[in-house]
């Protein structure tokens, strides 16, 4: 088998919220068809989005199940934590130390869906 493309879709009730959001995370574009986005880093797609009117929110960590979560490493958690909080990010479970050699942080974007901000 060959794949040629690999693309991490998200459902979600509101396109323009869930791709704005990750535009702005991942420093990309939008590319918008009427029920379906896509967000593009240097001219290639890294996710996208389908419409999903009937899409419900996760909640983390108990509730509805997680669907599917990103690990995302940075080189500076507290910058990146400002930058994903400005973007519409919420902060679901900190750190217990920010200063740690490594770690992670867990948010949820527009939709609910939860990610993690690594180092």
Not at 31 to 57: I, M, S, Y
Request: charged share 25%; net charge negative; with cysteine.
């Amino acid at each position: 088998m060959e794949i040629t493309r690999q693309t991490v879709v998200f459902d979600t009730a509101d396109l323009a919220a869930e791709s704005g959001f990750w535009s702005k995370l991942l420093g990309g574009t939008v590319d918008a068809d009427d029920d379906w986005h896509t967000v593009l880093v240097d001219g290639e797609p890294r996710v996208a989005f389908q419409l999903a009117p009937n899409h419900v929110k996760p909640e983390w960590p108990d509730g509805q199940p997680q669907q599917v979560h990103l690990d995302l490493y940075v080189t500076d958690i507290r910058s990146a934590h400002e930058e994903a909080v400005a973007a519409g990010a919420t902060l679901l479970k900190p750190a217990d130390d920010l200063d740690a050699e490594e770690g992670f942080q867990v948010y949820a974007d527009p939709s609910g869906h939860p990610f993690c901000l690594c180092w």
